[in-house]
């Protein structure tokens, strides 16, 4: 009697298991960001993009690690992982290194990282733990106490973050646990009045809390031609690089802004508008088709989730993605202020590539679980 088939292999199980949706999209995704990364810098593959290279390899390491977990384990160590994170944050006031006036870095030797970055990842765990316990409890309490929790788990590390400070980073805190609390934990009438408490502390802020350069870059924004020779000039350079590309651009390193240096913080703050420059409307229509993609799998994933926490998490991720894509590329277009925000793997920093690929290592992980009981 002839056999219909042999039985999967191991190897061939775990090639099924792989959510290859997942890993192409962000194989796709870095190699344009390291092509971009090397036009805005010297664009000999030296420097700064190995040095881009070195830590997209150690995240890509710590994915295939996070990947390799079932899932469950990340939701028992999701707490102990967020405390970590708070202590590292702890940390940074005290023996944190200084840069441009602010203190966001830990060093250990030639090793710098910031802890900021990581912890968005970690509240994102510490978030999805907690309403996955809360969603077997009794709706009897109130819906001041239901959200005390996650207020504190929010609150304190972006309490810590503002006083480095990093108010961008804050408000990408707040934006993914508001993005969490809406997965059915929150009306419409709620969000609305979060929004309007949230504007209100925004208006008082401006007033009493906000330092002298955050509150110019509010005055960039809304006119960027009266500071046309300081504070507005990366704006302005900006808007001039991205219309500059037209539909198919000007080529890799052949922008004008890029290369002759016109357009500053291109590596960092503004990686988008080099890209727009030298790739055109049809280079970043791809760039942003694939990262929608990228964050429309994160909810297909959370869609067939078989639990909570899973889903929670999944959405975090996407929600991770989002609001970094929306807010930097909002600021290259004048959408919004200038903020420190990154463009995932665009944008050169060691400590945003780790963070984003640990979340790709999350995705895999809920994917791969989800598969192999399926």
């Known amino acids: 009697m002839s056999r219909l088939g042999a039985p999967p292999t191991r190897m061939g199980r775990l090639l099924r298991s792989i959510d290859w949706v997942v890993v192409t999209l962000a194989i796709g995704i870095v190699a344009l960001a390291l092509i971009n990364l090397n036009s805005a810098s010297s664009s000999a593959w030296s420097g700064k993009v190995q040095t881009q290279m070195r830590w997209i390899g150690l995240g890509t390491i710590a994915a295939t690690i996070v990947a390799a977990l079932d899932y469950r384990v990340l939701y028992r160590l999701a707490y102990p992982a967020y405390a970590f994170g708070v202590g590292l944050l702890a940390l ?3 023996v944190g290194i200084m840069r441009n006036e602010a203190r966001r870095w830990l060093g250990f030797g030639e090793f710098q990282f910031q802890p900021s970055e990581l912890m ?3 509240l994102l765990l510490a978030l999805a733990r907690y309403l996955q316990d809360r969603g077997g409890e009794k ?18 590390p972006v309490s810590l973050i503002i006083v480095q400070p990093d108010l961008s980073t ?13 997965l059915g934990e929150l009306s419409v009438k709620e969000m609305t009045g979060i929004a309007i408490t949230g504007l209100v502390t925004m208006v008082l802020g401006w007033g009493f809390f906000m330092l002298d350069y955050q509150r110019s870059r509010i005055d960039v924004w809304l006119n960027p031609e ?3 020779d300081n504070k507005g000039y990366q704006t302005i350079q900006a808007m001039i690089a991205v219309g500059d590309g037209g539909f198919v651009g000007r080529g890799v390193s052949q922008g004008t802004q890029n290369v002759l240096h016109f357009l500053p913080y291109r590596d960092t703050d503004f990686p988008f508008a080099v890209f727009a420059e030298e790739w ?11 990262f929608l993609c990228l964050v429309m799998w994160c909810l297909n994933i959370a869609s067939q989730a078989r639990d909570r926490f899973s889903a929670h998490l999944c959405v975090g991720i996407a929600a991770l993605f989002f609001w970094h894509i929306l807010i930097n590329v909002g600021m290259v277009l004048q959408l919004l202020p200038v903020t420190g925000v990154t463009l995932p793997f665009f944008s050169l920093g060691g400590s945003n590539a780790l963070t984003m690929m640990i979340g790709i290592g999350i995705l895999l992980s809920v994917s791969r679980s989800r598969r192999e009981r399926a």
């Open 92 to 94: 940074v006031p005290l």
């Open 120 to 122: 968005k990842v970690l």
């Open 139 to 156: 709706r009897h309490r109130s819906r001041i106490r239901q959200l005390l929790v996650p207020a504190l788990l929010v609150g304190v």
């Open 280 to 290: 055109g409307y049809l280079g970043t229509s791809m760039v942003l088709i694939m």
């Open 170 to 182: 804050s408000i990408i805190c707040v934006l993914l646990t508001m993005s969490l609390l809406a």
């Open 226 to 228: 009266a500071y046309a």
